[in-house]
């Protein structure tokens, strides 16, 4: 093989390296990228169109609000931030209990889950009014409403993931005599982690809805309760400030459980 043969091959070959190498600097950058696109765009055309701060206010202003009530903000999202933490715990917590009885009984599958399908067709929104008969304005209502709103994702995957054992894996388990609770720690349960995992991820977001709105009608404290009363006094930019803090907390969130599945689960993906 000629000289100017075996050059031309090196320069072939390195091109996939030089491709992955900048796929990896740039595919972290892309969220970043697209956000302050846009970002741009909404600054220009709120400015150009001259668009009341009122009805929407730039990300210049938003930004100032935030500046201006930053430790508001901050004791607000703190607040909501427990809340929303306190009803996902318990949301995985019985999320696992209840997804593991549906997904290893076929009774309790067909007891339960028509009526748990039935119980999140209700918009939670509606039960917020109930639960704060019961246990009155603030935190209760706030975790109860979280729990609630992110309990049905968890059960769901957790229940397939358990159901999606091959029929012949398990006639090979029974044939081996494995105990029913050995299948389901060693088998079952390791290959429910990639739904599980999905689950969290939902749930986490869900979370935040439902502690949210149970602020926004019966809270004296919050990020809901903070952007109720500045919608009252027409504070639109502190309203986009509290958007904002939710947004960025439940995006922090949702990396630390991606990470956590990256650590735990990544045998189950190929990339």
Known sequence: MSLDTQSSSALLSSKPALKVRSSRWILPLLPWLTLAV???????????????IFILPAPSDIFASIVKWWPVLMDHGLYTLVNTLAGF??????????????GSSEWVYRALYPLLIGFNSIPKAALVPILVIWFGIGTVPAILSAFLISFFPIVVNMSTGLASVEPE???????LRARPLEILTKVRLPRAMPYFFASLKVAITLAFVGAVVSELAASNKGVGYLMSSASSNLDVPLVFAGLTILAVMGVLLYAALALLEWRFVRWAYRN
């Open 169 to 175: 894996l398990m006639d090979v388990l029974r044939a």
């Open 38 to 52: 846009l970002t741009l765009l909404w600054q220009a055309g709120v400015r150009l169109l001259e668009v009341p």
């Open 89 to 102: 715990g318990l949301a995985v917590v019985f999320g696992i209990l209840l997804g593991v009885l549906i």
